[in-house]
């Protein structure tokens, strides 16, 4: 059985970057898409909420229907900056990525 209180996240190991301790605001654009933004990232970046809602909005429009409630019930994950790999030499991609999830931000 299941249990609420246990960690979905990979068991913690020092040499590998761990990004899961990071704040992040939850907010709900209004065409239903799940944000979790940090606080920085809206003080650096007012706008952003608003460019990603037409993003979301624009690919809503050329995706079929049937793939909709899909889209709308991903969480998108916006930081400034992110990195991975090893603690000694991590990876710092200038670039947007994905992550599926949470336990993504552990590895």
């Not at 960690?7 to 239903?32: A, E």
């Not at 898409?33 to 940090?38: F, N, S």
């Not at 606080?39 to 050329?62: A, C, F, H, T, W």
Request: overall charge negative; charged content about 20%.
């Amino acid at each position: 059985e299941f249990d609420d209180s246990t960690s979905l996240l990979l068991t913690h190991r020092p040499d590998i970057q761990d990004n899961s301790d990071k704040t992040y605001i939850p907010l709900q654009l209004s065409c239903g898409v799940q944000v979790r933004c940090q606080p920085d990232v809206l003080v650096q970046n007012p706008l952003v909420l608003k460019d990603i809602e037409n993003d979301v909005r624009g690919m809503l429009s050329v995706l079929p229907e049937s793939v909709h409630s899909l889209v709308k019930r991903t969480t998108i994950w916006v930081n400034l900056e992110y990195q991975y790999g090893y603690t000694m030499t991590p990876t710092k991609p200038n670039n947007t990525t994905a992550h599926h999830d949470l336990a993504f931000l552990s590895l």
